[in-house]
């Protein structure tokens, strides 16, 4: 069974750094891209970017370019998330989930962690 | 601001059918079968409805329909019941990024 299981919730100042996690089981994690949607409170779901574990080739949205990292280590079939510096606009639930790709480009998302939800407040 | 457009609610009866439906551009929507449909109740994480259009995963009742029409795509639920009340998100390619719909509140009556 695949099942994606993110970290715990996160209470952070803005300034912070943050790294949250997903790890991936019940199939070959680093022949799979993982991605991140993110969802504010009360709002819709947004594409962020995703990353291929195996090479760690990452594409990110261009609203999230530049403002999060990826990054994977397969060893351990887990996934990252990071900020350098949060601001209280980053608060929202992150979800992780895997993208399948057609003709090399992404598709849809066929499964989803739990989500993590960060909290950035001074 | 989404790129793809979604009625903020819809409603329907148990054992009725209802149309959510995802207006998009000749840019995304209109150019690939790359739209999908996510089911999300509150608190929970979204789950794969639809993908290609009008695929359905393994698990799906065949209750839920997609469908699309040059810019539009549609998600039908037909016999409607009350587990299908629940939050709906389009999503499509759109040629170098994939955007979500704002989503489309389904209340049971």
């Known amino acids: 069974e695949v099942q994606l299981v993110q970290s715990g919730a996160e209470v952070k100042k803005p300034g912070e750094s943050l790294k949250i996690s997903c790890k991936g089981s019940g199939y070959s994690f680093s022949s799979y891209w993982i991605g991140w949607v993110r969802q504010m409170p009360g709002k819709g779901l947004e594409w962020m970017a995703i990353?291929?574990?195996?090479?760690?080739?990452?594409r990110y949205s261009p609203s999230f370019q530049g403002q999060v990292t990826l990054s994977a280590d397969t060893s351990i079939s887990t996934a990252y998330l990071q900020w350098s510096s949060l601001k209280a606009s980053d608060t929202a639930i992150y979800y992780c989930?895997?993208?399948?790709?057609?003709?090399?480009?992404?598709?849809?998302?066929?499964?989803w962690g739990q989500g993590t939800l960060v909290t950035v407040s001074s | 601001q989404s790129a793809l457009t979604q009625p903020p609610s819809a409603s329907g009866s148990p054992g009725q059918s209802v149309t959510i439906s995802c207006t998009g551009t000749s840019s995304d929507v209109g150019a690939y079968n790359d739209v999908s449909w996510y089911q999300q109740h509150p608190g929970k994480a979204p789950k794969l409805m639809i993908y290609?259009?009008?695929k359905r995963p393994s698990g799906v009742p065949d209750r839920f329909f997609g469908s699309k029409s040059g810019n539009t795509a549609s998600l039908t639920v037909s016999g409607l019941q009350a587990e299908d009340e629940a939050d709906y998100y389009c999503?499509?390619?759109?040629?170098?990024?994939?955007?979500f719909g704002g989503g489309t509140r389904l209340t049971v009556l």
């Open positions: 290609d259009v009008s």
């Open positions: 989930a895997r993208p399948r790709l057609k003709g090399g480009v992404p598709n849809y998302f066929d499964y």
């Open positions: 990353i291929y574990p195996d090479d760690s080739d990452a």
């Open positions: 999503s499509s390619y759109a040629g170098n990024n994939n955007f």
